[in-house]
T-cell receptor, first 115, second 114 residues
Framework: DTGVSQDPRHKITKRGQNVTFRCDPISEHNRLYWYRQTLGQGPEFLTYFQNEAQLETSRLLSDRFSAERPKGSFSTLEIQRTEQGDSAMYLC?????????????FGAGSRLTVL | GNSVTQMEGPVTLSEEAFLTINCTYT??????LFWYVQYPGEGLQLLLK?????DKGSNKGFEATYRKETTSFHLEKGSVQVSDSAVYFCALILFSGGYNKLIFGAGTRLAVHP
């Protein structure tokens, strides 16, 4: 078990470009979450998957954001036409009811800088 | 709404000093409460948790007691070390539509000097 992996760790892009982040959860975890953390703030919930189904999305997530988890394993978060306000750390977490659904295991995050 | 409020940082202490980081919450129902820690360059790690009133969570010398009457979950440690320098997040979890959603405070940065 290597924990939750996120890739890339850092991404610098120009405004207007598209970016995609990948999250590989702990293999037996069926629940996957995306959070966004801006400087000096706590993480904010973006979206949640149970297996391949996306069950909730925050109002924070504009229509430029899309997340997928096609086979119920890894997930991707895509941001289209990036804006400077999208600069943040994007965190992925996973959990499972069997090992204590209240405990989320977080990845190290993907830091996005939009110039 | 549901929210978590933490004391603002940074908190700067000398090694072996006593630490308190205040956390209060507002929630409908009966949430579970957590402290997560984020070391430089690393992801959030669960430090401790409490699932019901008067529960005390503890780990690595840190403690926090779930106080329903004051809606608080203050983090304490009797003697901090330089290696405790990190950002600490208080959080609550609510069951929403059959799953769990973590709500975080803004975080409190702790700097411990030798």
């Amino acid at each position: 078990d290597t924990g939750v992996s996120q890739d890339p760790r850092h991404k610098i892009t120009k405004r207007g470009q598209n970016v995609t982040f990948r999250c590989d959860p702990i293999s037996e975890h069926n629940r996957l979450y995306w959070y966004r953390q801006t400087l000096g703030q706590g993480p904010e919930f973006l979206t949640y998957f149970q297996n391949e189904a996306q069950l909730e999305t925050s109002r924070l997530l504009s229509d430029r954001f899309s997340a997928e988890r096609p086979k119920g394993s890894f997930s991707t978060l895509e941001i289209q036409r990036t804006e400077q306000g999208d600069s943040a750390m994007y965190l992925c977490a996973s959990s499972t009811r069997l090992s204590g659904a209240n405990v989320l295991t977080f990845g190290a995050g993907s830091r996005l800088t939009v110039l | 709404g549901n929210s978590v409020t933490q004391m603002e940082g940074p908190v700067t202490l000398s090694e072996e000093a006593f630490l308190t980081i205040n956390c209060t919450y507002t929630a409908t129902g009966y949430p579970s409460l957590f402290w997560y820690v984020q070391y430089p360059g690393e992801g959030l790690q669960l430090l401790l948790k409490a699932t019901k009133a008067d529960d005390k969570g503890s780990n690595k010398g840190f403690e926090a007691t779930y106080r329903k009457e004051t809606t608080s979950f203050h983090l304490e440690k009797g003697s901090v070390q330089v290696s405790d320098s990190a950002v600490y997040f208080c959080a609550l979890i609510l069951f929403s539509g059959g799953y769990n959603k973590l709500i975080f405070g803004a975080g409190t940065r702790l700097a411990v000097h030798p």
